[in-house]
């Protein structure tokens, strides 16, 4: 198999990198990671040199490029079918789908007001009616998941899947602001707190010493 290489941003700020490392990471492949420091003078030229956007994650593959998170999720599910990164169901695959289409291109107002940040903490009070709509219609989805498709295990479909890879930052949002949880959400949250990937990731932003201005 040709070598794999994903560029991603800062790990304490950059969701978008998180997605596309875990679904990488659980395939269990070996791979290349760069990691490009975002907001900086030269941030733009660096991933240019790898991704046609200039944003990150992209994910090279021999002589192929690919440059969206969903994409690159979606390539690697192909590619390395034996990892089950869908459900083997065909109807809680078109659900795992579309959840992780939702999240893919919704939630601006979440995405914009409690940006990743997994070395802070802050509080949240629930002042911002266009956020608190995010979070209650991303509680909705967790709960309809795990009550219909999460039998067997503890993520959204059972066992890990790309659905929750798209919905891990999430997690690290609500614990970076506080955001009050239903047991159900406290329980999945935990779940994915807990995998030893995800754990590798924030102890790796952890460490880092960059300071984004814009978070």
């Not at 009550?147 to 067997?152: A, C, D, K, S, T």
């Amino acid at each position: 198999m040709p070598p794999l290489t994903l560029i991603i941003g800062n790990k304490n700020y950059s969701s978008w990198s998180l997605r596309a490392w875990l679904a990488l990471k659980q395939t269990g492949a070996e791979f290349e990671e760069i990691r490009i420091p975002l907001d900086t003078p030269q941030t733009r030229s660096q991933i240019l040199q790898h991704s046609p956007t200039g944003k990150v994650p992209a994910l090279r593959h021999g002589d192929l490029l690919l440059w969206e998170s969903i994409a690159i999720c979606e390539y690697l599910a192909e590619q390395f079918a034996d990892r089950h990164l869908w459900p083997a169901d065909a109807h809680k695959r078109a659900i795992a789908r579309c959840v992780s289409a939702e999240m893919h291109a919704g939630f601006a107002a979440l995405r914009q007001r409690l940006p990743m940040d997994c070395r802070s903490r802050f509080g949240w009070n629930g002042t911002l009616p266009e956020v608190q709509a995010d979070i209650d219609r991303i509680l909705s989805l967790w709960f309809t998941c795990r009550q219909q498709f999460g039998e067997g295990g503890d993520f959204l479909f059972g066992h890990f899947t790309i659905a929750d890879a798209m919905f891990a930052p999430v997690v690290s949002r609500f614990i970076t602001y506080g955001v009050p949880l239903n047991t159900i959400a406290q329980a999945y949250a935990g779940a994915i707190s807990a995998l030893p990937v995800m754990q590798e990731w924030m102890a790796a932003a952890a460490a880092e010493t960059e300071v984004l201005d814009n978070h």
